[in-house]
């Protein structure tokens, strides 16, 4: 024990606990049951399997493949993941998935079990502009950086200097870069169109809001649009009228309020009363206002259009291929069968390996660093960057595993007495281990790239043979290897393998090569020096 004491690689093992057990966090609180429970850091870092919830796989729609198609991938995934942060959803998770052939798609998971909720949330393209009416009584002046006059006749509308007709549903400029009119529809009296005072790519940031009220609830929220858009809205508000003793609101030539629309994907979700003080100041803070027939209808409509004006609009618009949903019942079944299965498989090697060597030495550090394998994975993964679910347990099982066979190697090898240098023995062992490691690292690594690892067994395949090629040589083993890897690696490609398929077992192939990593780099060099001490 003084000797293990004294080794760095011990020591490394223990800082790596001690680590471990600072992120976990650990903490006694009191249960709603009124029981004291321990809590860490990773219940919020656990899978929808667990906590129950919504997973929803997405396809774009769009003609673009291979990279492009992967850069609007990316876009939909940062528009997505902005979306559901500002609404405050439990756990949500957005990742990009390669499906092979230079296609992609989103897979969504969001720890609720509202699926009307997500797909709006999620199916919504998202374009917010805001946009302000104009009345065309016959005829109507109106300034931007120049006068026009726009005249109203047999249900259309003519914009005098350029001679142009539009129709109901046209849209068109008048002004090069200036702002988008919209010829909503004609009354018997005058025809309505509106002018956009700005859209969401001119909102620079959303605060938080209020709701007011006691039925039907009024909410509002401040908002910081650019300067080019404050002066653009201070332009379009010189063409209406000022209220007198009625608060100095902007009105039209009949007296009527001249309300700002506010357009999410076209559709009207309110209109806004605008202050006068719009003519005579360049104001980049305004207040965006709706409501809702109960408490939360209100907060859910206020909460939609922070959440839409916060992360802009969709590049591209998407749909729901495929929505599987876990309810939090059967989650906790979930984790309690997944903790019992890691204590089962660790006590199922203490018990084995007991059997196989009858040394209880030998089985109680296999088991031990068994566990700290784990313990380290929970603590350095599981808290900051993985997410623990069904397939990432499995995947801690399979490092375990592996974990075992490796001790086993090391173990086996220090009872060799053909080499007599303990150096040497554990060059032979970690040998087969870091071969192992890379084997088994390899195998997992097409689970998570399964289009660009195909890709890349055949490019393999193909230098091998030209190196045999080139180097004169006739080695059929070289021939054999590079073919088979050629044809299997462009068969595969070619046929596109599922990513999305592979996107819900991701997890696993990425805790066991975590596993291996840290099992080669901390704790089989541990093991050794144990085993060396009991060897001695």
């Known amino acids: 024990m003084r000797e293990l004491a004294t080794e760095w690689r011990i020591w490394v093992l223990f800082i790596a606990l001690a680590v471990s057990t600072l992120m976990l966090n650990p903490s006694y609180v009191q249960g709603d049951d009124g029981q004291i429970q321990l809590q860490t850091d990773i219940e919020d870092r656990l899978g929808i399997e667990f906590t129950g919830g919504t997973r929803l796989l997405l396809a774009m729609d769009t003609d673009a493949t291979g990279e492009e198609q992967e850069e609007l991938a990316d876009q939909v995934r940062d528009v997505l993941e902005v979306r559901m942060q500002q609404l405050g959803l439990p756990d949500p998770n957005v990742r990009t998935v390669d499906i092979g052939g230079g296609n992609y798609r989103l897979q969504v998971e969001v720890g609720v079990t509202n699926q009307s909720q997500i797909e709006e949330l999620i199916s919504q393209e998202g374009s917010f502009a805001a946009r302000m009416p104009i009345h065309v009584e016959d005829e109507r002046e109106f300034t931007l950086e120049e006068t026009h006059n726009f005249i109203w006749e047999n249900d259309t509308v003519e914009v005098e200097a350029?001679?142009?007709?539009?129709?109901?549903?046209?849209?068109?400029t008048v002004e090069e870069d200036g702002p988008e009119f919209v010829y909503v529809n004609n009354t018997e009296d005058h025809a309505n169109l509106e002018v956009t005072a700005y859209t969401g790519e001119d909102i620079q940031s959303v605060d938080s809001g209020q709701i007011s009220g006691s039925g039907p609830y009024n909410w509002e929220f401040p908002t910081t649009i650019t300067s080019s858009a404050a002066q653009n809205v201070n332009r379009i508000a010189q063409n209406y009228q000022v209220s007198v003793?009625?608060?100095?609101?902007?009105?039209?030539?009949?007296?009527?309020?001249?309300?700002?629309?506010?357009?999410?994907?076209?559709?009207?979700?309110?209109?806004?009363?605008?202050?006068?003080?719009?003519?005579?100041?360049?104001?980049?803070?305004?207040?965006?206002?709706?409501?809702?027939?109960?408490?939360?209808e209100a907060q859910q409509n206020m909460e939609n259009m922070q959440a839409f004006l916060q992360s802009g609009s969709l590049p591209v618009s998407v749909q729901v291929e495929s929505v599987t949903t876990l309810s939090s019942a059967l989650g906790d079944d979930f984790l309690r069968a997944s903790i019992l299965a890691i204590i089962g498989s660790l006590i199922?090697?203490?018990?084995?390996?007991?059997?196989?060597?009858?040394?209880?030495?030998?089985?109680?550090?296999?088991?031990?660093?068994?566990?700290?394998?784990?313990?380290?994975?929970m603590g350095v993964w599981f808290t900051t960057l993985g997410t623990l679910s069904l397939s990432a347990?499995?995947?801690?099982?399979?490092?375990?595993?592996?974990?075992?066979?490796?001790?086993?190697?090391?173990t086996d090898e220090s009872d060799r007495e053909v080499i007599q240098s303990w150096t040497e023995k554990m060059k032979r062992a970690f040998f087969v281990i870091f071969t192992s490691a890379a084997s088994t690292i390899g195998a997992m690594t097409p689970i998570i790239y399964p289009g660009t690892m195909s890709l890349f067994l055949?490019?393999?395949?193909?230098?091998?043979?030209?190196?045999?090629?080139?180097?004169?040589?006739?080695?059929?083993?070289?021939?054999?290897?590079?073919?088979?890897?050629?044809?299997?690696?462009?068969?595969?490609?070619?046929?596109?393998?599922?990513?999305?398929?592979?996107?819900?077992?991701?997890?696993?192939?990425?805790?066991?090569?975590?596993?291996i990593v840290i099992g080669i780099t901390i704790t089989r060099p541990a093991f050794a020096k144990v085993i060396e001490q009991f060897d001695n």
């Open 458 to 515: 055949a490019v393999a395949g193909g230098g091998l043979l030209m190196y045999n090629f080139y180097s004169r040589r006739s080695n059929r083993h070289f021939t054999a290897i590079g073919v088979f890897a050629a044809v299997v690696g462009s068969f595969i490609f070619s046929t596109g393998p599922s990513g999305a398929a592979m996107s819900t077992i991701h997890d696993f192939a990425w805790t066991t090569i975590l596993g």
């Open 348 to 377: 199922a090697v203490g018990l084995l390996v007991t059997a196989r060597y009858q040394e209880p030495r030998v089985a109680v550090p296999m088991v031990l660093t068994g566990a700290a394998e784990v313990y380290i994975m």
């Open 162 to 172: 350029s001679g142009e007709v539009y129709s109901p549903g046209d849209r068109f």
């Open 245 to 296: 003793g009625d608060g100095g609101w902007l009105i039209h030539d009949n007296g009527e309020y001249a309300r700002m629309g506010l357009y999410v994907d076209e559709q009207r979700e309110s209109g806004l009363r605008m202050s006068g003080v719009f003519q005579q100041q360049v104001l980049t803070q305004s207040q965006i206002s709706g409501g809702g027939e109960t408490f939360e």
């Open 393 to 410: 347990i499995a995947g801690i099982i399979a490092a375990v595993g592996t974990g075992v066979d490796d001790q086993i190697i090391i």
